[in-house]
């Protein structure tokens, strides 16, 4: 038996179809932002809020994620994919939540950032070493792949989104 994960996993994640109704649900409201001029970063916030996207999620979103390169200008099919997952995120906010307070808690965050509320805190690879070493886990450049997939190789931390993302591409969340 492989321990690789099945590309065709990933896949059914990053690839997944948005179903026609959520998919136009999201164009009638970024068409209000797009009529009279390009929807910016400075919309994002007041988009998410007309979707029903709680604050404590959405300000989560790394807008420059969402962007044309080199502007500010919100790249639709971006923001498209971004607000679907973050439906398909709540729709499993208890197990995403359940496993993202364990690793916390296994981790030390949560004892050391007592005053952090568990969905604005980050796991760093650091973190992820400590989790791994109480387990037994050697493999130290698995970790950090683990830490490049969340983050697309951008960062040197994750974030509940992240978490997330990776939480979908393993197929741990129902569509």
Not at 58 to 63: A, F, M, Q
Not at 81 to 108: H, M, P, Q
Not at 137 to 147: P, V
Request: charged share 25%.
């Amino acid at each position: 038996m492989s321990d690789k994960l099945p590309y065709e996993t990933v896949k059914r994640f990053t690839e997944a179809k948005i179903p026609q109704d959520i998919e136009d649900s999201i164009l009638d409201v970024y068409a209000n932002y797009s009529i009279d001029h390009d929807m910016t970063t400075s919309d994002l916030p007041a988009f998410f809020n007309e979707v029903g996207i709680p604050q404590e999620l959405s300000k989560l979103v790394r807008s420059e994620e969402l962007v044309i390169e080199g502007t500010n200008i919100v790249d639709f099919q971006e923001l498209l994919r971004c607000t679907y997952n973050i439906f398909l995120y709540a729709d499993n906010e208890v197990v995403i939540t359940g496993l993202w307070k364990r690793l916390l808690e296994d981790s030390g965050r949560i004892s050391s950032f007592p005053n952090v509320t568990w969905m604005n805190h980050i796991i760093s690879v650091k973190d992820l070493q400590k989790v791994a070493n109480s387990v037994g886990f050697a493999d130290q450049s698995a970790l950090i792949n683990m830490m490049s997939c969340a983050t697309h190789g951008k960062r040197v931390y994750m974030t509940y989104l992240d978490f997330a993302e990776i939480l979908g591409k393993l197929g741990l969340l129902k569509r």
